[in-house]
């Protein structure tokens, strides 16, 4: 991965300077191609990766399907989606129920708490909002913890802050899952 990311910042350097020289746009191509290389490798670090942390799993198997609990709390049209999709790519079945609903047939509840912030992402003119924080839980039906996961946007450089809400929420829900963080 480091490798990948040298690579993103070294390859407009490399390219100016095996350039020829010619350019119909500009007759500086050198300097045309590190902009170039500066926006790809910006792009590149806000659309960086996500990872679980703070993974508490008490060592119960993975449950062959659970019930999301919807927070209305939380202002997010693409997190129960996401969760879903990444439950279904864990071979879990999932459903969704609203707050304070007793279903006799959900026996492992997931629980979710997530912050929405706004932002302009890089090579667009407006603000939209990104997933900079979540918290899952999963609980038996009698409330007993099995396991719980969070995501934590890196502030330093902004790193995944354009990541979709399902490549941020993928470790955790495998966390939360396998009790394994990566």
């Not at 300097?31 to 790809?40: D, T």
């Not at 304070?100 to 629980?111: A, E, M, N, V």
């Not at 839980?137 to 990541?163: E, F, T, V």
């Not at 899952?177 to 990566?182: A, D, P, V, Y």
């Amino acid at each position: 991965m480091a490798r990948a990311r040298a690579l993103l910042l070294i390859a407009p350097l490399l390219a100016a300077a095996l350039s020829s020289g010619c350019s119909v746009f500009s007759p500086a191509p050198a300097w045309e191609l590190i902009k170039a290389g500066s926006g790809v490798a910006g792009t590149a670090l806000a659309y960086g990766p996500s990872r679980a942390s703070q993974t508490v799993h008490h060592g119960e198997p993975v449950p062959g399907s659970v019930c999301i609990e919807f927070n209305r709390d939380v202002q997010s049209g693409e997190l129960v989606p996401a969760l879903q999709a990444e439950l279904r790519g864990q071979r879990v079945a999932s459903r969704v129920y609203e707050a304070g609903t007793d279903w006799p047939d959900c026996r492992i509840w997931l629980r979710y708490v997530a912050s929405i912030q706004w932002g302009e992402p890089p090579l667009s003119s407006g603000y939209k909002p990104y997933l900079s924080a979540a918290a899952l839980s999963l609980h038996h039906a009698d409330g007993r913890l099995l396991s719980s996961s969070s995501y934590q946007l890196d502030d330093g450089l902004g790193m995944g802050r354009w990541s979709s809400t399902r490549d941020k929420l993928a470790p955790v829900v495998k966390a939360l899952l396998t009790g394994f963080e990566n």
